[in-house]
């Protein structure tokens, strides 16, 4: 079993940046590709970037390329989520997903076996 705790949301303005944080317990963290998706208000949730177990492979949705950025640290069972140049539409819940697959398997969140309980993203104009 997999425990994950998303941390590091609030309110901030158009063009600034954040930080999300996603701990994990388990002693398999690099075993696990790990995903960030968000939640609009009224809308399904929809990938956002996602990372493999060795970090050394990221994929990204098109509309967050070049603005955010994805890395984990094994040694701290943590995954993060910088994210710069924000706008209202990214305003979002976000959450972390752990899946125990290959980066093939990345984007689609029916093949996450375990998800964080979210945290709140609003970014005002």
């Known amino acids: 079993q997999v425990q994950l705790v998303e941390s590091g949301g609030g309110l901030v303005q158009a063009g600034g940046s954040l930080r999300l944080s996603c701990a994990s317990s388990g002693r398999t963290f690099s075993f696990y590709t790990m995903g960030w998706f968000r939640q609009a208000p009224g809308k399904e949730r929809e990938f956002v970037a996602a990372?493999?177990?060795?970090?050394?492979?990221?994929n990204y949705a098109d509309s967050v390329k070049g603005r955010f950025t994805i890395s984990r640290d094994n040694a701290k069972n943590t995954v993060y989520l910088q994210m710069n140049s924000l706008k209202p539409e990214d305003t979002a819940v976000y959450y972390c997903?752990?899946?125990?697959?290959?980066?093939?398997?990345?984007?689609?969140?029916?093949?996450?076996?375990?998800w964080g309980q979210g945290t709140q993203v609003t970014v005002s104009s």
């Open positions: 997903a752990a899946n125990y697959r290959s980066m093939a398997y990345a984007i689609a969140r029916v093949y996450y076996d375990y």
């Open positions: 990372i493999s177990g060795s970090g050394g492979s990221t």
